[in-house]
């Protein structure tokens, strides 16, 4: 059975860093990619980030682009979700889900419970 498992949240001030981790298990076949998605309070939940062994590669959304950095350590059976620059508008509950690939959240079949990240001064 596949399980995802956040970590890393909390409370940083603007300009800073943060680094989430999604340690995983029980992947299969079908997973072909990680992705983290992004809930802002009041907003649809988004993707940011996502990773994967399909042609095409990582994704990243423009507003995150140059400053959030994905990637997977498959030893720790982890995907970190390093983010830098941190804005206000980058808080909200971060998901990190395994499934097919790409941005549509009915490609992911298996999710995380979401960590909570707050961006404020």
């Known amino acids: 059975q596949t399980r995802l498992v956040e970590s890393g949240g909390g409370l940083v001030q603007p300009g800073g860093s943060l680094t989430l981790a999604c340690k995983f298990f029980g992947l299969h076949r079908d997973h072909h990619a990680i992705g983290w998605f992004h809930q802002a309070p009041g907003e649809a939940r988004k993707g940011v980030a996502v990773?994967?062994?399909?042609?095409?590669?990582?994704l990243y959304a423009e507003a995150v682009k140059d400053r959030f950095t994905i990637s997977r350590d498959n030893v720790k059976k982890t995907v970190f979700l390093q983010m830098n620059s941190l804005k206000p508008q980058d808080t909200g509950v971060y998901y990190c889900a395994a499934g097919f690939g790409g941005w549509y959240e009915e490609y992911y079949d298996s999710w995380g419970q979401g960590i909570e990240v707050t961006v404020s001064a």
């Open positions: 990773i994967s062994d399909m042609p095409g590669g990582n």
